[in-house]
């Protein structure tokens, strides 16, 4: 079995989650009327211009956000990208160029600057996250800790800046936490409870084995982890040479120990620490010897990053 993650690309289901949110943006501001402090104040023959531009220095993501929106609020305009997505920009990068009737760039505005100042926030976060590891060779993944609706947004904006995605959904890899192990051992009595982390990873490679056999479409490859919080838990689950061993809160000790552990053990399943990872402590903790470490902060503490739209002409139709 592998330990590779399905990584999210701009994809035919990611714009289809793209045009659902956007669908929901456009009932939020205007429902079912208009923008009537646009119609009370813009001529409706107005052709305009507008820039968006980056405002702080940051890594760009979603520059086909513009069109997209367009496209679904049926607005006939013109767009030229500028920069690609995962691209560092400096500040006042204008990084798309728009051109449409005046009234409809000013109800897209803020629709538009939303979801590009949210991913591309991810993104700059993410990228200070990758540059901490620089030369450690450890790296980078998200976590399913999304925004509802956007997690295949959120986790392409990640990979925008330079880390790796974690499983998408709990359909594309087995990931046994301690809540599973707790569900478990809840229904064993005996000496059947002393090994329920290997009992769990045994059964979910019989799973795959079955589902694959029955023809449903899975990955026969698909990734097992199990959750570990102690070195004596590691010890197990390691003898049943899972994928990857998930290293919940450890200490930097109990980590550089996990890592003697796994080499002496089973040195091809791989070590992931996780829980409470900041700028302060990231570092340290790649270079206790884990192979990558998941950062929920990469999407769930994400701040927007400071994208407008400036205008750069009127004139008439």
């Known amino acids: 079995m592998g330990s590779t993650f399905t990584q999210q690309e701009w994809s035919a289901a990611l714009i289809d989650d793209l045009r659902q949110l956007v669908r929901l ?6 429902e079912d009327q208009y923008d009537w402090t646009t119609v009370a104040t813009v001529p409706l023959d107005k052709l305009g211009a507008a820039d968006i531009v980056i405002r702080q220095t940051g890594v760009v993501a979603g520059v086909q956000i513009a069109e997209l929106v367009f496209d679904e609020m049926s607005i006939d305009s013109e767009v030229r990208i500028l920069v ?75 990979r925008c800046g330079g880390a790796v995605n974690h499983r998408n959904g709990l359909h594309d890899a087995i990931l046994i936490k301690d809540n599973h192990l707790a569900a478990c051992a809840a229904t064993l009595t005996g000496d059947d409870n002393s090994d329920v982390i290997g009992d769990a ?49 450890m200490s930097h000790d109990q980590l550089r120990s996990a890592v003697v552990m796994r080499s002496d053990v089973a040195p091809e399943v791989q070590l992931e620490a996780s829980g409470g990872v900041t700028h302060q402590t990231i570092r340290a903790i790649a270079e206790t010897g884990v192979d990558r470490i998941s950062v929920g902060a990469l999407t769930h503490s994400a701040k927007s990053l400071d994208v407008a739209l400036d205008w750069t002409s009127v004139g008439s139709d």
């Open 84 to 158: 690609a997505d995962g691209d560092v920009v400096e500040a006042g990068t204008t990084a798309v160029s728009l051109s449409a009737l005046a009234v409809d760039l000013l109800t897209a505005e803020r629709i538009i600057l939303n979801f590009m100042g949210r991913l591309c926030g991810i993104a700059t976060q993410t990228s200070e996250y990758v540059k901490l590891l620089a030369g450690t060779g450890v790296t980078v993944y998200d976590t399913r800790k999304t925004t509802p609706g956007w997690r295949r947004l959120e986790k392409y904006a990640t």
């Open 25 to 30: 943006s456009v009932r939020e501001d205007i």
């Open 201 to 249: 990873i045994e059964k979910s490679r019989e799973l795959i084995q079955a589902v694959v056999a029955a023809g449903n479409p899975i990955d026969a490859a698909m990734p097992i982890e199990v959750e570990v919080d102690t070195l004596a838990q590691l010890q197990i689950a390691l003898s049943h040479h899972p994928d990857i061993v998930l290293l919940d809160n």
